[in-house]
């Protein structure tokens, strides 16, 4: 999985990724554990910053 693109504004974030044709749930699950990670060490003020539940995907 590569990224591509990202973006978004205040209340959300837009990422396009290239990714194999199938692909698992974990790989959903690093993406926002690492990703929600690295938000909380960058701007601290962000502590409370969460993802919502789910995912969406199109192809």
Do not use: E, Y
Request: proline share 5%; charged share 10%.
């Amino acid at each position: 999985m590569h990224p591509k693109c990202i973006g978004g504004i205040a209340d959300h974030v837009h990422l396009l990724l290239s990714m194999p044709t199938t692909m698992d749930a974990n790989a959903i699950q690093l993406t926002k554990s690492g990703s929600s990670a690295w938000i909380h060490q960058t701007f601290r003020p962000l502590r409370n910053f969460g993802w919502r539940q789910g995912c969406g995907a199109s192809v």
